[in-house]
């Protein structure tokens, strides 16, 4: 059973950062492509970035050159570093995690069926 523990959102200012932790309970294979999304009030969830285990990374048009995923594999904690914050980026944020699959490791939401309870990021 997976588990997926976010933590390191809050309340930040127009142009700050914040570093998004998600915390992992689970066997290695089960976290072979992991990811960052996040949620608007009302609207679906959308993918923002993944990992695969050798570190290759994809992002989403809307947060690249700001946020930057990463992972600590031995601890099995996944990052997510955002800079230059807008009052667009306030959402819920969830990681996601699930096995190799043979498929690409993309921010597809459909493609991730273990899920954290998310963490409220506030921009202002």
């Known amino acids: 059973h997976v588990q997926l523990v976010e933590s390191g959102g809050g309340s930040v200012q127009t142009g700050g950062s914040l570093r998004l932790s998600c915390e992992a309970s689970?066997?290695?294979?089960?976290?072979?492509?992991m990811g960052w999304f996040r949620q608007f009030p009302g609207e679906e969830r959308q993918g923002l970035a993944s990992i695969e285990d050798d570190g290759t990374a994809t992002y989403a048009k809307s947060v690249q050159g700001r946020f930057t995923i990463s992972k600590d594999g031995a601890k099995k904690i996944l990052f997510l570093q955002m800079n230059n914050l807008k009052p667009e980026d306030t959402a819920k944020y969830f990681c996601?995690?699930?096995?190799?699959?043979?498929?690409?490791?993309?921010?597809?939401?459909?493609?991730?069926?273990?899920w954290g309870q998310g963490t409220q990021v506030t921009v202002s």
């Open positions: 996601a995690a699930r096995r190799d699959t043979g498929d690409r490791c993309s921010t597809r939401v459909a493609d991730f069926r273990n």
């Open positions: 689970a066997y290695s294979y089960q976290l072979s492509c």
